[in-house]
């Protein structure tokens, strides 16, 4: 049973830090694209960032361009968990973060919902000015 479960969140304030983790059980994480999706009041849910597969055991990151140089995704393959740590936060960045596995094996590019088939149920993050 693939299982998926954020933590980390919480109410913090304009340009503090925090760390989300998403521990995963079920699939083969370390050949999983695996991605963090964010969903504000009233708003789509939308990318943020990426950790996708590249060569020799490799693994490439992408953001989203509102994220760039503030956050960083990582992974750590022995404890099955994807991290999000999210610096300088802003006020805009209130939204409950969402990670996600696509399919395991795949070569998906991760940057749109439907790349993903697991989901996880989300930790809300807010941030106040």
């Known amino acids: 049973q693939v299982q998926l479960v954020e933590s980390g969140g919480g109410l913090v304030q304009t340009g503090d830090s925090l760390k989300l983790s998403c521990a995963t059980s079920?699939?083969?994480?370390?050949?999983?694209?695996m991605g963090w999706f964010r969903q504000g009041l009233g708003k789509e849910r939308e990318f943020v960032a990426v950790?996708?597969?590249?060569?020799?055991?490799?693994?490439?990151?992408d953001y989203a361009d509102s994220v760039k140089g503030r956050f960083t995704i990582s992974r750590n393959n022995v404890k099955t968990t994807l991290y999000l740590q999210m610096n300088d936060l802003k006020a805009e960045d209130t939204a409950v973060y969402f990670c996600?596995?696509?399919?395991?094996?795949?070569?998906?590019?991760?940057?749109?919902?439907?790349?993903?088939?697991?989901w996880g149920k989300g930790t809300q993050v807010t941030v106040s000015s």
């Open positions: 996600a596995a696509a399919r395991s094996g795949s070569r998906v590019r991760g940057i749109t919902e439907n790349e993903y088939t697991y």
């Open positions: 950790m996708r597969l590249g060569g020799s055991f490799l693994y490439l990151a």
């Open positions: 079920g699939f083969s994480f370390s050949s999983t694209v």
